[in-house]
């Protein structure tokens, strides 16, 4: 059989399963507000054959709710009253439920729970008092700032005076440390890759880095001290390489995770009016796709073998100069 590729632009689809109607399973919120933020993504997750969600209502504000398959309810009012909570951002780790919430007193800190009440607490307190040792505001749009690593947490946290710093932990207090120091706000770890038993990902303006779970083995594998700009992004594994793109200027870059062999592939050509920061990729066998620009300044079909000769544009959907002929949503390999 010939593998087939198949690129998905845009498909809206509404259908209804035979036999099968949707119900209201609870008004959490009564009237015509909704208990959901349609604005982000709605977190959710399976724990322990339950499905914990945020909701809110007038009564309990942002708060973390639980369906057991027959009964939707309140899990806990971490922030009492109708003040909020702002559950975020959960993960399973070592048979925990860590999620961040704010209850009022702490700031807004990692919880964790084991699925009853009765053990549901603050795990950690990063940034002592009413401060906050997570930044709600910077994450809330993106979760790939957070990652799961040989069953411990990786994330970034805050410390006094505006610092990050780059954190893991097993579920507990005492498990809870401190690998790298990032400085800035805005240096925060994210785009994360496990690749041949390290973790691999980029740090804002402090380049391309890797760890193996301890604070000694969290280093920088290449900076900016060669480029001020030069921040990669879409970090995708292609076997014996990481295949990665420079967000500023689209070039196509890969690494075996050493300095000397993080090197450029193929300079590509920068399209500012295009607005692609970075390329999607899409590994198929040994070769990614992705949209790149051509000299025409649109954006087309791209596909690279991690060689400056298999960088080679694959499509020519648009002719007229300036159009962004390919930016695939959705991409699944089908074989026919």
Not at 146 to 160: A, M, Q, S
Not at 204 to 220: H, I, L
Request: charged share 20%.
């Amino acid at each position: 059989m010939r593998p087939i590729l198949l690129f998905i632009v845009l498909c809206v689809l509404s259908f209804e399963v035979s036999g099968q109607q949707a119900t209201l399973l609870k008004n959490i919120n009564p009237g015509s507000a909704g208990s959901f933020n349609f604005d982000t993504d709605i977190p959710t997750i399976v724990y322990k054959d339950k499905l914990y969600f945020v909701a809110k209502n007038a009564e309990s504000g942002v708060e973390l709710w639980v369906y057991d398959g027959t009964k939707t309810e309140l899990f806990m009012d971490i922030n009492p009253g109708s003040k909020s909570a702002d559950v975020d951002f959960m993960f399973i780790v070592k048979d925990k439920l860590l999620f961040a919430a704010d209850d009022g007193v702490h700031g807004y800190e990692w919880w964790e729970t084991d699925g009853t009440t009765a053990n549901t607490k603050l795990l950690i307190d990063l940034l002592p008092g009413s401060a906050s040792g997570l930044s709600k505001c910077c994450y809330s749009y993106s979760s790939t700032f957070f990652h799961v690593f040989k069953n411990e947490l990786y994330f970034n946290g805050n410390v006094p005076n505006n610092g990050i710093r780059f954190y893991k932990t097993d579920g507990t207090a005492a498990g809870t440390v401190q690998l790298a120091q990032l400085n800035h706000p805005q240096r925060s770890a994210e785009g994360f890759l496990e690749w041949k038993g390290n973790l691999y990902f980029k740090v804002y303006s402090e380049g391309f880095w890797k760890t193996d779970g301890t604070p000694a083995g969290t280093v920088q594998v290449k900076g900016y001290e060669f480029n001020p700009e030069f921040d990669p992004k879409y970090l995708t594994d292609m076997g014996d390489y990481i295949l990665f793109s420079n967000a500023y200027n689209e070039d196509i870059w890969r690494t075996d995770g050493t300095k000397d062999g993080t090197v450029m592939v193929k300079k590509m050509f920068y399209s500012a009016s295009q607005n692609n920061v970075g390329h999607y990729f899409f590994r198929y066998g040994n070769e990614a796709f992705f949209p790149g620009s051509n000299p025409a300044n649109n954006t087309e079909m791209w596909k690279t073998n991690g060689t400056e000769a298999g960088t080679v544009q694959v499509s020519e959907i648009e002719t007229d100069p300036g159009f962004i002929a390919f930016y695939p949503k959705r991409r699944v390999a089908f074989k026919k």
